[in-house]
């Protein structure tokens, strides 16, 4: 397991709480592998371990097209994966889904893709 508490630049942070990943601060296309390699990273120790995952992005200031992207196409591609965000980023979510991140958005807000459960 890699330790992500480290600061990932100057106005973000990306801590790994067990199956949580928190993101805060500034997120955007010039951290967007690095955080893509944290979400693989998480991924595959909560499957070893069989438990749901979260990635709270609910505490990022700022996230651009690339992160939003990022975290659609987990929501989509990871069962049990829960994606806490800002109603801004699930807005920007929804417009780059063409609307069908509806399908995802729940009573909670998070985004979570159908059967999954919750982190």
Same mark, same amino acid.
């Given at each position: 397991?890699?330790?992500?508490?480290?600061?990932?630049?100057?106005?973000?942070?990306?801590?790994?709480? +067990?199956?949580?990943?928190?993101?805060?601060? =500034?997120?955007?296309?010039?951290?967007?592998?690095?955080?893509?390699?944290?979400? /693989?990273?998480?991924?595959?120790?909560?499957?070893?371990?069989?438990?749901?995952?979260?990635?709270?992005?609910?505490?990022?200031?700022?996230?651009?097209?690339?992160?939003?992207?990022?975290?659609?196409?987990?929501?989509?591609?990871?069962? &049990?994966?829960?994606?806490?965000c800002s109603p801004q980023l699930?807005?920007?979510? =929804?417009?780059? =889904? &063409?609307?069908? /991140?509806?399908?995802?958005?729940? &009573?909670? +807000?998070?985004?979570? /893709?159908? +059967? +999954?459960?919750?982190?």
């Amino acid at each position: 397991m890699i330790d992500h508490t480290a600061p990932a630049g100057p106005d973000r942070r990306v801590r790994r709480d +067990g199956p949580v990943l928190r993101l805060t601060g =500034d997120s955007d296309l010039s951290n967007r592998l690095a955080l893509a390699f944290c979400v /693989a990273d998480l991924r595959e120790d909560c499957a070893a371990q069989g438990l749901p995952m979260t990635i709270d992005a609910s505490a990022l200031r700022f996230a651009d097209r690339a992160i939003a992207e990022l975290l659609l196409q987990s929501a989509q591609a990871v069962p &049990g994966l829960t994606v806490r965000c800002s109603p801004q980023l699930r807005f920007m979510i =929804d417009i780059l =889904d &063409g609307g069908s /991140a509806s399908d995802l958005i729940h &009573g909670d +807000g998070s985004l979570r /893709a159908s +059967g +999954g459960t919750t982190g």
